[in-house]
């Protein structure tokens, strides 16, 4: 049996990305890796800004090149028409745009939903903002910290003083932006095989946050109960879910919620049993699960824990992290970005199957070229429905 390499799933889908930073370039960065031809159109002057951003890998910014890797792009001063002239020609044969000004933006420069519309009916038009096209906050600035300040998250991350913490994931910008336009854009693209015609995308990432926060909207929408800082199971109302100091300073994060695992864990302290029915005293049951752990050093503790499933474990750094995981699962970190002097960095891991991915392990970052924009090569056409 002859074995046929087969094309990846996006091969022969046309994008055209006029966003910058983190939730656009991140959603079409999935597209590519999927097969997509990608083209970004930046703006003259620099480009998209996070070229400018430490750290640097070769002449750009180290979070451009993992977050642009295998596109191309195109140098555009969108008010002039001859910039204006060449976009239009690429959109006119395009599958999908994706853009993240403020809403207007698109239509003052001739590039709205409705004039690219009459131009390619079939384009998949989408656009992510804060808070939407439409409504009172809809013009409102915002980055993801606002976001999730103004959706209630934020509230929920307090620390033992009361004062609400950075988060270190940027969820607003990546669980409310890139990863649902991603999943609408392929939506969109299954239902036009059908009708044949595309669609308006409205991504608003404030109100995309709140299928974050399931767990509090059903104890606040169905019961009246809304969560606590500090007073819910995952906000630190539980001994069994909490994050606990050890004698070198580092911490477990201890997350045995399910009976079984819970038992376990208070077997490994030799806790006795009046403080294992954490129901009587919380409290009480914390300090002691506090001081026994205090006892010991994170990699005491990982030695204890080593083989048993209870659902604790220590927490790393980034580095830490990522050394252990590369080292367990190579492929994870085995794809490399390669600068245009030749540096390699290892890419950035995407949630995709490996099998979807696209197939080349070295991929190129673009390089910001403000002279003829590149040849729009002729791909193969990914099939439609009869």
Known sequence: MSHVQALPPLSGLRVID???????PLASLLL?????DVIKVERTGGGDEMRSYAARFGTTGANFALLN??????????KRSEDLARVLALVRDADVLIEQFRPGVMDRLGLGHRALEALNPRLIYCSITGHGQHGALA???GHDLNYLAQTGLLDLCRDATGRPGLPPVLAADIAGGAYPAVINILLAWVARQACGHGRHLDVAMSGNLYTLAYWGLASGLAEGKWPRPGGELVTGGSPRYALYATADGRFLAVAAIEERFWQTFCDILGLPGVLRDDSVDPRATR????QRIGERSAVEWERVLAGLDCCVCAVA???????ATAASDPALFGRWVEAADGRRMPALPVPLDRSLQHS???VGVPELDAAEPPAWRPLMRAPTAA
């Open 32 to 36: 590519a890796e999927a097969g997509a």
């Open 360 to 362: 080349p392990q070295v």
């Open 18 to 24: 006029f966003s910058t930073l983190l939730p656009g």
């Open 317 to 323: 750094s980034l580095e830490q992290a990522v050394r």
């Open 69 to 78: 890797r295998g596109k191309r792009t195109l140098v555009a001063d969108l």
């Open 139 to 141: 013009g409102m600035a």
């Open 287 to 290: 300090d002691a699960v506090a």
